[in-house]
């Protein structure tokens, strides 16, 4: 068992396809005649030129033009004059074939930028690996070892997946993924949670141990990772798979069941993260209530330029007609941290979690940030657009980021152009010191969300991307818990919305408790909405209340943990909510006879 990174919920259980970070026998012989041997090069390029344009089309067709711009750099890539004159010179001084000195090449440079500590040269490293493949295939007539040649469903276990190889894989028979690396901003990770395919990252070794065709399990919810798995635990995993796709599928069918509720009749709204315009289907916006976190910085991330004001505004503007007249809460951009921006010119940083990130960085680059916010109040017309600031740690900065805004409208007004005046302001709560201040930050905003993922991070000092520590990020500890509960009090006392965003909110062994200390929205994954749901339905609201005080007298995270597993088993939450929507559903049919 190998415990990763859980980039995207749900249990996958197959065969593994392994596919090695070497994809290619190259070989290596002795050319006689150079003048052939580069018209193969030429042809290759020309293929490849083809086929890079394909996926351009393809890929800015299905995702936007914004994550299309990864194959323009390709491109370049592939006619980087300089490169090709010094494959172009080896063939001819050494007189050996095209993909050996390719291969030879690829490995030299790849060694240099991977050597470099700027990420921005990794990065690149992985662009130059992913052209050189594609030449070699072409040059090879060799299709072997894609992902769009999976013949049967598999679970995919990979070192690294490239973006070409996960615009074209065969996404029919992909079951789940399981990486060596990665994380939980790569752009794998991104599409993985759009499509809704358990993965796990920041494996490490998977690719190293697993044979090929083994039996596996990829639970991406707990970020574990199961090879050869024995029957007891396979069939765990089989009837936990069984029953999350059973409980959501049972919510799928009974939507008309109406908003989410708790037993007793309180509303508690699930609401969806969101981080690609393309998750904004028709289910999403029949099960979920609205967007309680859409994730802006995606739009800055994978690609080569900075945004315009106009794309940001059509994307803006297409989340807000699409959940119209539900809100769609838009936080500002949260770089810097994990969120590597290559073309922004970061320099890397020891810590950068602790760096220049968000509205850190929103503040010193204020050509950028208020960019953004001149798009987002463009699309706010509709009246149901809200604006979130993240990684607020004071009054100061958040007067600070509100000064910026006041500008921006000041400005649209005096060019004429249209936003919503009443537009709600909130500020993430994801810092301690925020925590601490929530009575002040109440008097300053319009709402408050919970930000877990970089709350638990900064409250227990666990990098939570750093697979080696992994195990000792909590979100059941007792300060965590402690710490959602004084700012759902300041949120009460205020008498201001607090919802909570992070990956807790998708955990339905949470759902309980965090309603129990005051959160009064759910925002999660797409893929979590169905099973959380169904907990809020099942449980009464003064329970739960009573609970939330139970836990604050509770000194451990395995005492609490053990508390709330008792109770989430006995709820049995999702089979009785399967058994309502069929009751629901026989007695609408009964009427209609």
Not at 97 to 110: A, F, I, K, M, S
Not at 287 to 304: H, I, K, P, Q, W
Not at 517 to 537: D, F, Q, W
Not at 573 to 587: K, M, V
Request: with cysteine.
């Amino acid at each position: 068992m190998l415990r990763g990174i859980g980039v995207s919920p749900g249990i996958a259980i197959g065969p593994a396809a392994v596919f090695g970070a070497q994809r290619f026998d190259i070989p290596k012989y002795e050319i006689s005649d150079v003048a052939e041997e580069l018209a193969r090069l030429e042809d290759a390029i020309g293929k490849t030129r083809s086929y890079l344009k394909g996926l351009h089309a393809k890929t800015a067709d299905e995702l936007g033009e914004g994550h299309a711009d990864i194959f323009k750099a390709h491109l370049l890539l592939l006619e980087d004059v300089t490169l090709l004159e010094e494959v172009k010179s080896r063939i001819s001084s050494e007189q050996l074939n095209v993909e050996y000195v390719l291969d030879d090449l690829r490995r030299h440079y790849t060694d240099v930028m991977n050597s470099v500590e700027d990420a921005r040269f990794r990065e690149r490293a992985t662009d130059l690996q992913d052209v050189v493949d594609r030449l070699q295939r072409n040059l090879l007539d060799d299709e072997r070892g894609t992902l769009r040649d999976l013949f049967a469903p598999a679970v995919v276990v990979c070192h690294e997946i490239s973006p070409s190889d996960i615009v074209t894989m065969d996404k029919e028979h992909v079951l789940g993924l399981a990486l060596d690396s990665g994380s939980t901003t790569s752009h794998t990770a991104i599409l993985a949670r759009a499509l809704e395919i358990p993965a796990v990252m920041g494996l490490r070794y998977a690719t190293a141990h697993i044979d090929q065709n083994a039996q596996v399990i990829v639970d991406g919810g707990a970020g574990m990772f199961i090879a050869n798995p024995g029957p007891d635990t396979l069939a765990h995993y089989e009837s936990e798979r069984e029953r999350q796709i059973a409980a959501r599928d049972a919510l799928r069918g009974a939507l008309d069941l109406g908003e989410s509720r708790t037993r007793d009749g309180v509303a508690i709204p699930a609401l969806a993260n969101v981080e690609l315009p393309v998750e904004l289907d028709q289910e999403l916006r029949l099960a979920a209530e609205g967007v309680g976190l859409y994730r802006t910085e995606y739009l800055f991330l994978n690609r080569n330029t900075l945004p315009t004001e106009e794309e940001q505004y059509a994307s803006y503007r297409q989340a807000a007609e699409s959940m119209h007249p539900a809100p769609v809460v838009l936080r500002t951009m949260d770089i810097g941290g994990d969120k590597f921006v290559s073309h922004l010119q970061i320099s890397k940083e020891e810590n950068p979690q602790l760096g220049w990130r968000a509205v850190r960085f929103c503040l010193e680059r204020q050509d950028i940030f208020k960019a953004q916010l001149r798009a987002m109040l463009r699309a706010s017309t509709l009246g149901n657009i809200q604006i979130m600031f993240p990684m607020i740690s004071g009054v100061e900065e958040l007067r600070k980021v509100k000064q910026v805004l006041r500008e921006v409208q000041d400005d649209l007004k005096a060019e004429g152009l249209e936003y919503d005046p009443g537009i709600k302001i909130g500020s993430m709560i994801e810092v301690p010191s925020a925590v601490a201040l929530t009575d002040l930050l109440s008097r300053e905003c319009d709402f408050f969300s919970i930000g877990t993922n970089d709350l638990i991070q900064y409250s227990l000092a666990v990098d939570r991307v750093n697979e080696k520590i992994a195990h000792l990020y909590e979100p059941a500890h007792p300060a965590v818990l402690r710490m959602i509960k004084w700012t759902c009090n300041a949120a009460s006392k205020a008498g201001i919305p607090c919802s909570l965003c992070g990956e807790m909110a998708g955990d339905p062994l949470y759902t309980e408790v965090l309603i129990g200390l005051g959160v009064t929205a759910l925002s999660m994954s797409s893929v979590s909405l169905p099973l959380v749901r169904a907990e809020i339905a099942e449980i009464d609201y003064q329970e739960a209340r009573a609970l939330g005080e139970k836990v604050l007298e509770l000194g451990t995270a395995d005492e609490i943990k053990a508390l709330l597993k008792s109770r989430y088993s006995e709820r049995r939450a999702a089979e009785h909510y399967i058994s309502r929507a069929a009751r629901a559903a026989s007695g609408s049919a009964s009427a209609q006879e």
